[in-house]
């Protein structure tokens, strides 16, 4: 392949250019020297496109040495490259039941359209495995990366509170975070009571309104400082990440919370007044009042914000 000098083409695709059957006769010739991934990075540097690639299984009852076991071009009737590979439903180590080989073997179907059916199904699967193993290549034309990756973070319990604290410290690395099971108190709305219809009991309330205790998670974020390194006010910065990256991940979900910052050093006037002792507070049994500000509390959803 170093004697074939490949040159990216901005206004036509490479595989237009006179030489392109060359370079995928090496293609094919060196089959055995790629991995998947490093091939199908080539195809698309040469021009082809995923809709263009075909999976197949290679049908064998032996366990074989390598991946690829063979790449045909093809430019009649249409534009495509097939892909034989030692995976899938036909090789050795796929999932299709042993009594199909012996139809084969004894002559009992028909093979092509057997091939061809199982083929569909082969192709199908080789194409989302790579799309899933490799999402860089981004097989498929329509998939977002970025949906993706926001859709393997939901496979994940984001209720749990080992989650919620690794999120919160990959947001907030400069702060120390706990995260804690709680339960809030909730206002429900009730239907009126109608004399002659309602009936007493755990589900009947007087009134329009009832308080119910629902499960949460607290968060609490530890700050030295009331500033951020560029001065700008913890609360507002907090809120302001909060707003960007972890409210919308959590509104997928629907979860009740209550974040609260503490600030453990803060700057104050010192005042003389009975009782003080000039920070001697603290060796006659005085406990740290540290400042507490609430930073949100509530039910967060696809409705929030």
């Known amino acids: ?60 009852m032996c366990s074989q040495t390598g991946l690829i076991r063979q790449i ?70 329509l998939l977002d990366f970025e949906h993706m990756k926001s859709g393997y973070l939901h496979m994940l319990d984001l209720k749990s509170c080992s989650t919620l604290d690794w999120i919160f410290r990959l947001v907030f690395p400069e702060l120390e975070v706990w995260v804690e099971k709680g339960l809030f108190p909730k206002k429900i709305s009730m239907k009126p009571l109608k004399l002659g219809h309602a009936i007493l009991g755990g589900n009947a309330v007087f009134g329009n309104k009832t308080d119910i205790m629902v499960p949460g998670r607290t968060i609490t974020l530890f700050s030295d400082e009331e500033l951020t390194s560029s001065d700008y006010p913890w609360p507002k910065e907090i809120k302001k990440r909060l707003n960007k990256t972890i409210f919308p991940l959590l509104s997928v979900i629907g979860i009740d919370l209550e974040i609260i910052l503490v600030i453990t050093s803060q700057k104050q006037w010192v005042k003389l007044h009975r009782g003080s002792y000039l920070g001697y507070d603290k060796i006659r049994g005085g406990s740290d009042r540290y400042k507490q500000i609430r930073i949100f509390k509530g039910y967060i959803d696809s409705s929030s914000g």
Request: proline letters at 4%; hydrophobic letters at 40%.
């Open 1 to 60: 392949m170093d004697s074939l000098h490949i040159q990216r083409h901005n206004s036509a695709k490479i595989k237009t250019i006179p030489d392109i059957n060359k370079i995928e006769a090496a293609i094919s010739k060196q089959k055995h020297n790629f991995d998947i991934i490093s091939l199908l990075r080539l195809l698309f540097f040469i021009g082809y496109v995923p809709d263009e690639i075909i999976f197949k299984s290679y049908n064998t």
């Open 72 to 141: 045909r071009f093809h430019h009649e009737p249409a534009e495509n490259v097939t892909i034989i590979l030692n995976m899938g439903l036909l090789s050795a180590q796929g999932t299709l039941p042993n009594y199909f080989q012996k139809f084969i073997d004894k002559g009992m179907m028909d093979v092509k359209s057997f091939y061809q059916f199982i083929g569909y199904f082969d192709h199908s699967m080789m194409h989302s495995f790579f799309s899933y193993v490799y999402p860089e290549l981004n097989l498929n034309g």
